[in-house]
C-alpha cells in the first residue's frame, strides 16, 4: 500500500508540474499536499459545517414556519451538511451555473472528511433527487440534484431512484417571494413509483433549501403516492 501510496504522490507532483492547478474558489496554485483536487486547503476550511442537532433545529423551524402558513408538509427528517455562504455557496454555484460537475469528488470528499452526519442519515435509504426538466438538463448537460444523488449513493452503498419524480416545467425559484414560490410549484411533481415498497425509506436530494418550496412539493408528491417515511438532504441551507 506504501509503494502505490508513494507511485500516486509522485504522479500528482508532476502533473502539478506539467498542469499547475489553481483553487476554482480563490484562484491561488493548489499546493502538492492539498486535501482536495479543486479546492485549497484555506477555503474548504472556511466551510461553515452544519452538524445533525443544528439540522434537527433548522428543519424543525422549516416545519414551523410552514404549519404558520397553513401549509403541511409531508417529510419526517431533515439533514443539510453547510452554511449556504463562502466557499460553499460558491461550489453550489460552479456546480450548478457554470459546468463545474467535475467539483462533485470533492464535495464527496469533504463529506467524508467532515460530513459523517450526512453520510449517517444516509443509510438505509433510497436516494431520489429533485427531477430537473428536460429542458434545464439540456442547457446544462447535467442534473447537479442527480450528480449529488449518484455519487453519495455510490460512495454510501445505498441505491438512487433518478426516475422516481418527475416534473412539469416551470420556472425559477430564485427571485419569487416563498409565496410565489409556494405557487410556482403547486403540483408540478409526480411520483411514478409502481412496485416500490411504500415504507421505503425515502431521502429526495437537492443541492440548496431556501424557502423549502421545492422540496415540500417533491415530499408531497412522494405522500400522495403512499410513501410515509419521507426525509430530506440538502448540500446548503440559506
Ligand atoms: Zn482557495
Redesign the pocket.
Known sequence: MKVLAKGKRFWRILLDVLFPRT?V????PLGTDSSYDH??D??SSSIVWTDAQESENLFSRYKREAAERGQKTFFNRGMTCWEHSG?ARQLILAMKYKGGNFLIRDIIAMIKQSGHHVLNFVKDSLLVPVPTHYFKRVQRDYSQTELIADSLSHYAGVPVAKRLLACKNHGAQTNLTTEERLLNVKNIFRCNANDIDKFTRIVIVDDVITTGATLFACCAAMHRRGFRDVNILTLSHS
Open positions: 483553487c474558489i480563490c484562484q491561488k479546492v485549497c484555506r477555503c466557499t
